[in-house]
């Protein structure tokens, strides 16, 4: 049965063992799932079945350090799956709304850090769709217990079951060794994240979810994530469909750029980074050379120094390349992004918001230093097709310019990159663009960056967002439920559309389609395109 809003999901029956859990919860006692590795029993807290500190993976520790991920080994009897555990080793920033965003929930740092959370409206065999979580946080932060990313409100709403993932990061997860006698010893991050889906896939039915309806989404690091999934040949066959949260296929370091990382890392670490000595290193001295490398490198030519690259092994080939021959042709795609993303990394920007046209035209410099050597021209161009923001009704200063030029730059028209080399394989493909601000931030934050976490997942009434109270408002509570229908309706059936919705039409590489989704909804066909006009000629 297809099903064309939630309230038709209810109304079908589908919730009766869910509302029977709710009533009888207590009597009935704990939940209890059996998987391949022994049995789990979680906690049924807000009407849904709670199972957190999953291991999916053994604690990559030791001789296990900078090694693909390996079988948990089974248990005897039955093992508590209620308390989240342990976050991947991170150096966290020092304060403001990143920090919010990527702070787990009181929990500690440490390589044992393989571990999901799952939430289900019951343990029974009714195979409901399952959405799997990957946590952005630029490959250097974050973890599935973030406090935004409790998956109750989306398994309550939808009768689905949510899962979210802890993945090794920074150097302990993407520092490339390839061509040292073991090629598995690349990507780790990556080989994480498919080792979870396996679990997900051989374990999934116990929990009440259909292994054959598996989506895969994620927010800025967790979306480019799953662009490099969908060009990674071992990971096809563990998800049905994906959903990218700003970010695309364009994070991907080639051999050399990931070569100049090993070479700075070491030498901040003092050794020769053969696996040995890598594996004697304290986790203290490896977070403090991963950090200083970071400062030295914070972008290669616009790339992060931390993330996915070319190995020869599980990525010989560009995801996005691998996309364009029709790699994930079977894969159902979402791919969208906020209208002002780059308005929260303005929040660290002292000089910008001091910015002058000067100012502005010697970061247009920077930003192009690599292309213009072939294209003098090209800084003429950036200031002709960056003369207004073109963000909506606000002043066309020189700060609100080169957030339009960054947001177009690293998000935008990536995800029009991928949604064309997608939709050209007849893959479907639907895009949107999320355009919220909460109400006297419009101009300082606008919809930057994550905004849009909170109204997927339903938690935007968290303590944490007290700052921006106005986010709990009756009107930004409408847009989320909007939005967790469209995600829900997305993983059931391929497509977002729903009746709060105005129709979502399929997004087409001849037409460049993106709902709308803020006070206002409804299809856009210029949002890529604008995006596109400029910087399709240049990266």
């Known amino acids: 049965m297809s099903y064309r809003t939630l309230d038709e999901v209810y109304e079908s029956g589908v919730r009766t063992v869910a509302d029977s859990w709710e009533k009888k919860g ?120 973030t406090r935004f990313y409790s998956g109750a409100p989306l398994a309550r709403r939808g009768d689905a079951v949510v899962v979210t993932i802890n993945y090794r990061l920074g150097a302990l997860g993407f520092l490339q060794l390839p061509g040292r ?74 051999e050399a750029d990931a070569q100049r990382v090993v070479d700075v890392f070491s030498g901040f670490t003092g050794v020769d980074p053969t696996l040995q000595n890598l594996q004697r290193l304290s986790v203290v001295e490896i977070i403090q050379a991963q950090r200083k490398t970071l400062l030295k490198l ?3 030519g616009g790339q992060l120094a931390w993330q996915p690259a070319l190995d020869g092994d599980l990525l010989s080939e560009y995801p996005l390349n691998e ?25 660290g920007d002292k000089k910008g918001h001091r910015l002058d046209e000067a100012g502005l035209m010697r970061r247009f410099t920077r930003a192009l230093e690599t292309k213009t050597e072939a294209d003098p021209e090209l800084l003429s161009r950036a200031a002709d097709a ?12 020189p700060r609100e310019r080169w957030v339009a030029f960054q947001t177009d730059r690293v998000f935008r028209y990536p995800a029009a990159a991928l949604a064309d080399a997608h939709a050209s394989n007849s893959g479907r493909t639907f895009a949107y663009q999320f355009a919220w601000s909460p109400p006297m931030l419009e101009r300082r934050i606008g919809p930057c960056h994550a905004l849009e976490i909170p109204f997927v997942f339903g938690t935007l009434r968290d303590a944490a967002l007290r700052p921006l109270a106005s986010l709990a408002g009756r009107r930004a509570h409408k847009l ?16 977002p559309g729903h009746e709060r919705l105005r129709e979502w039409p399929a997004y087409e590489a001849g037409n460049r389609v993106a709902m709308i989704l803020g006070a206002d909804h409804g299809a856009d066909p210029m949002t890529f395109e604008q995006a596109c006009g400029f910087w399709g000629d240049v990266i």
Not at 328 to 338: C, E, Q, R, W
Not at 341 to 346: D, H, I, N, R
Not at 480 to 495: E, I, K, N, P, Y
Request: net charge positive.
């Open 386 to 397: 960056y003369r207004s923001s073109h963000l909506g009704t606000e002043p066309h200063t």
């Open 298 to 300: 914070p972008l290669i």
């Open 26 to 145: 207590d009597l009935l006692g704990n939940p209890r799932a059996s998987t391949r590795q022994g049995v789990l029993e979680g906690r049924f807290r807000r009407g849904v079945c709670q199972f957190r500190g999953v291991p999916y993976a053994a604690a990559p520790q030791g001789e296990l350090r900078f090694r693909p991920p390996q079988p948990v080994p089974p248990w005897r009897g039955t093992r508590a799956a209620t308390a989240f555990r342990a976050a991947a080793p991170q150096a966290l920033p020092e304060s403001g709304l990143l920090r919010t965003l990527t702070t787990p929930f009181g929990v500690r740092h440490s390589e044992d850090c393989l571990y999901l959370n799952l939430w289900t409206p019951a343990t029974d065999n009714r195979r409901r769709p399952v959405l799997v979580w990957i946590h952005g946080g630029a490959f250097v932060l974050g973890s599935g217990s």
């Open 480 to 495: 989320s439920l909007r939005m967790q229908d469209a995600w829900l309706m997305f993983a059931r059936t391929g497509d």
């Open 181 to 254: 006698g073991d090629q598995s010893l690349s990507n780790l991050g990556i080989r994480d994240q498919i080792a979870a889906l396996e679990w997900v896939r051989d374990n999934i039915e116990a929990f009440g979810g259909d292994p054959e309806n598996v989506t895969v989404f994620g927010e800025s690091a967790g979306a480019m994530s799953v662009a490099t999934l969908l060009g990674i040949p071992s990971a096809r066959g563990l998800f049905r469909r994906a959903v990218l949260q700003s970010g695309a296929a364009h994070n991907i370091s080639s």
């Open 323 to 347: 996309i364009r021959k029709g790699s994930a042709a079977s894969v159902d795609v979402m791919i969208g992004t906020n209208r002002d993303e780059w308005k929260l990394f303005m929040l």
